[in-house]
């Protein structure tokens, strides 16, 4: 079967308000894998935990048996660890990191398949000129209400509680990701960002950027656009783009 090939772009900024970056990102091409974390928690906390929790993935997917699981179970597995690392930590090593935890989305490329895991609200997103899908569903309060139907979306500037998340990696001992799974199209471009970039440029802007800019310089104006927009956040960017 003909692998399709894949190009990889990320950039991470900490932002204009942000004494520290706090977001982990990782490119292994090796064993297909591509991760945003924002990490949150004071005394470094934040930075803590996203490296953990890249680092966890990374450990565990590396592994031969991983291979012979499937895609789903090695991911739920992942972010069950991830979990249970930053967690015991927290509680065993040092407790000023009580309460870290992060968000952490992630791509999974295995043959022709892609994975979409997620817990928290960094978010991927889906482009196909001229189109832009956000894959992910973000957990967070403000998306809660959302659902509910408790909060219009033109009223979702003044929500105060925008940023609290209601899962996330670490913060508990266990947590579930949700996991999409497609089959990737050779033209298609995957989007994984922190809330740096989402919380400040509309998806409209994203798509805007997707559409006028290859891959390689969309990243950088993403960031830009974020920077430019006020910057209240680390942000981190990275896109795939698969091609045959």
């Known amino acids: 079967m003909e692998m399709m090939k894949i190009d990889a772009w990320f950039l991470t900024d900490k ?54 699981m499937a895609p789903r179970e090695v991911l739920t ?41 997620n817990v928290g609200d960094s978010r991927c997103y889906l482009f196909k000129k001229p189109y832009l899908w956000q894959l992910t569903e973000d957990h967070s309060l403000l998306n809660e209400q959302i659902r509910a139907g408790v909060m219009k979306e033109e009223n979702i500037g003044q929500f105060v509680a925008r940023n609290v998340i209601t899962r996330s990696v670490g913060y508990e ?48 104006t993403c960031v830009d656009q974020a920077l430019a927009n006020g910057g209240d956040d680390n942000v981190t960017v990275l896109i795939l783009h698969f091609y045959e």
């Open 77 to 117: 597995h992942a972010y069950e660890e991830a979990s249970r690392r930053i967690y015991d930590k927290a509680a065993n090593e040092n407790p000023e990191l009580a309460g870290m935890g992060t968000t952490m989305v992630m791509a999974y490329v295995r043959n022709k398949q892609i994975y979409i895991a």
């Open 15 to 68: 932002g204009l308000r942000r004494d520290s970056n706090q977001d982990s990102y990782l490119i292994n091409k090796d064993i297909g894998i591509y991760i945003v974390a924002d990490g949150m928690g004071g005394h470094s906390g934040g930075e803590v935990a996203s490296a953990i929790a890249v680092q966890t993935i990374e450990d565990i997917i590396k592994k031969p048996e991983a291979k012979d």
């Open 173 to 220: 001992r266990e947590v579930q990701p949700d996991i999409i799974e497609r089959e990737v199209q050779p033209g298609e471009t995957y989007l994984l960002c922190s809330d740096g970039l989402s919380g400040l440029v509309n998806d409209q802007k994203i798509s805007q950027i997707l559409n006028q800019n290859s891959p390689d310089k969309a990243v950088k």
